[in-house]
């Protein structure tokens, strides 16, 4: 049981001990948590009816050190446990169009902050060196974490040519074409809130035959985990029909060029064959384009 689900089962189970006030806190998170998140104690007092020092004791009572810590729970419960529609309407409440654009690029950049501020170097390196050794890289990534997935692999293929990047129409196809996967394998899974529960099978079949899983995902609490030896965390937590991925994106970038560190020699060679290749099947606009039969279009700044 999650961290934010562990909370409304604190309240449930201690209800008839509340006193009148925190019955009527309780009662209002339990409806309306995806409001409650965004309030500070006052203000969630001033809503509710009960003073600001009821909710502090609210939330002591309930077993944190604070307000703050037991407002860190809500805003996991929102996150984890709001559909689409809910995440809209949260979001159109709280930014006013004429700050949507700063705030989601401030947003960004926060999330950044406290993935780098929580970073666990262990956890990269043995990623990294996981990677290394692995016979084969199965890649897992579905709905809006698939265009991380693809990213990953494409870079990945630069590096490797063992890199299996898993295709998600069903969950048949998934199991199909792991169907060789082993212990000297390694399965990388990427999903945040709401997790995809074919990303967790995929990872739950992997870890049945023994290969190595690295996760990127939000929380150490994600289910995600259950299944890995190795958790890569990044926070992507904007209350949103848009999930912010700006920070796994920087992960993988990271993951990426260490990889590459490691690689130099092979990478170079690569990326040597790759740009004889470009340059004779004409895979990037140059200032001129030969064609086939010897002619020659000049490019040209337009007026």
């Known amino acids: 049981m999650g961290n934010s689900e562990h909370l409304l089962s604190k309240m449930n189970s201690q209800y008839q001990k509340f006193s009148k006030g925190q019955k009527k806190l309780a009662a209002y998170i339990q409806e309306n948590y995806d409001k409650a998140a965004f309030l500070t104690a006052a203000r969630l007092g ?119 990047l898993l295709n998600t129409n069903s969950s048949s196809e998934l199991f199909e074409q792991m169907i060789r996967i082993g212990e000297e394998d390694v399965m990388i899974g990427i999903s945040f809130p709401r997790y995809s529960m074919r990303t967790l099978k995929a990872l739950e079949f992997a870890n049945n035959r023994n290969a190595k899983v690295i996760t990127l995902t939000d929380s150490i609490h994600s289910p995600m985990n259950l299944y890995s030896s190795c958790n890569l965390i990044a926070r992507s937590d904007m209350a949103s029909i848009v999930d912010s991925l700006v920070a796994p994106l920087s992960v993988i970038n990271a993951l990426v060029v260490a990889l590459c560190m490691r690689k130099q020699e092979d990478v170079v060679a690569t990326l040597e064959s790759l740009e004889k290749i470009w340059d004779e099947y004409q895979v990037y606009n140059n200032d001129e384009i030969n064609l086939a039969d010897h002619q020659e279009i000049q490019l040209t700044e337009p007026n």
Request: aromatic share 10%; net charge negative; glycine share 4%.
């Open 46 to 164: 001033e809503t509710v009816g009960v003073s600001e020092s009821t909710v502090v004791r609210f939330a002591i009572h309930l077993g944190y050190k604070g307000y703050p810590e037991f407002q860190k729970e809500l805003e996991e419960l929102v996150r984890t446990k709001l559909n689409s529609i809910q995440r809209m309407e949260v979001t159109y409440g709280k930014v006013p169009q004429s700050e949507i654009l700063d705030t989601v690029l401030h947003s960004d950049i926060d999330k950044i902050k406290m993935t780098l501020e929580a970073v666990d170097h262990e956890a990269f390196d043995l990623a990294v060196e996981t990677i290394l050794n692995a016979k084969n890289i199965y890649i897992v990534g579905i709905r809006s974490c698939a265009p991380l997935a693809s990213f990953l692999a494409f870079y990945l293929n630069l590096i490797f040519d063992n890199v299996r």
